[in-house]
């Protein structure tokens, strides 16, 4: 069933109209749109899975609450990901310590290691260990992991491995009650079936082929920053997607072919193990992803008692602009409907946590006064 409590301006209730209106108009005036100033970020590299570099900014207010890490899609940097720094001066502004990052071969990140992306496999113990970092820094739990897009598969990944590697005792100075969950906007859930929709789709093949020529350059700029890691011949065969991962990554990871590469990285079939809350915001008219999806994601998430899935009518893929009768309607600052959610509903989780101790503590005193009365 369609959450209809969402809904954009008339001229952007098509998938395609609003994704793009976002990532080419919405992207040139979002500083407009808030009030909120950007956080005085510190820069800070932490150390990842594999040991691989990994450089973000952390953010910590006075007093802060609770701390918010995340990272964008495919493709960008930190500098670029307005999306992602919107989210930033939202966090900042109502408490949270926010922490962003430059994932595996993206950004100063890709400066420091030559390493490429794992499309969650390592990325997800990535989020783990940068937040045991920023923990050590000052940040406080519960740590909430989110992303948009592929991001967003990182994040529900970074679910999984926070609990494997708290459980392990690895000791990285972080404890299963530190981590909250995830929440995220439009998350990659199946690659295979979605590239092979997007390629074939009339308008959804050319959003194919403009991330497809992101990747080659970034592809490129490991190149020329680390000589010798990586063979240009490759680099120049690697034009879609597909071709990325075929020359690039899947060698480096062991897998004999991207689709098993795919079977392996992909989020949907985590959806049923989750453990901790998690919130998924999905759009049925998302045109970067196969629609045959949506009845296995709602049928995972009712299953799972630990994930709240968001699922709307309207949104295209990381667009959720607002119309004013809507943004009236929820009462936000501003038109940024999914980011605002993610908040409210990370404030709903704290605050049923903050009441299921002070009812815990509650019951003890009553434990502890009866007790004393006994005697």
Known sequence: MCDSSYSPAWFLQNGVVLTVYTALRASRD????????????EEKIFIG??????????????NAHTTIVGTYGITG??????????????AY???????????RAHGKTAQLSPTLTSDGLYEGEDFVRISAAAKAMGCPGKFWFTGYSLGGQLALWAVKAAVELT????????EDSDIGGAAVICPSLDSARSLSFLVKHPVG?????AIARQLKKLAWRIHDAHPGTIDPQA???????WGFDEELVIQRLGFPTVEAYYDASSALPLLPNLTKPTLIIY???DPFFEPAIIPELQAACANNPKIDLVLTRYGGHVGYISSKECQRQAKDPDKWWAWNRILEWIGKQEKTKSIHLTSQSDVSKHQLGDRYASN
């Open 93 to 103: 502004a109502q408490g949270y310590a926010v922490v962003l990052f430059d994932w």
């Open 167 to 174: 459980r392990e005792d690895e000791n990285l100075g972080l």
């Open 283 to 285: 759009a049925e008219d």
């Open 205 to 209: 093949k050319y959003f194919e082929r």
């Open 77 to 90: 940097d930190l500098d670029d990901q307005w999306y992602l720094r919107l989210l930033g001066r939202k």
């Open 30 to 41: 979002w500083e407009r749109t808030t009030q909120n100033p950007e956080p005085p970020y």
């Open 235 to 241: 680099i120049e065969r690697a034009n879609s997607i």
């Open 49 to 62: 899975a594999q040991g691989v570099p990994i450089f973000g900014w952390v953010a910590i207010p006075e």
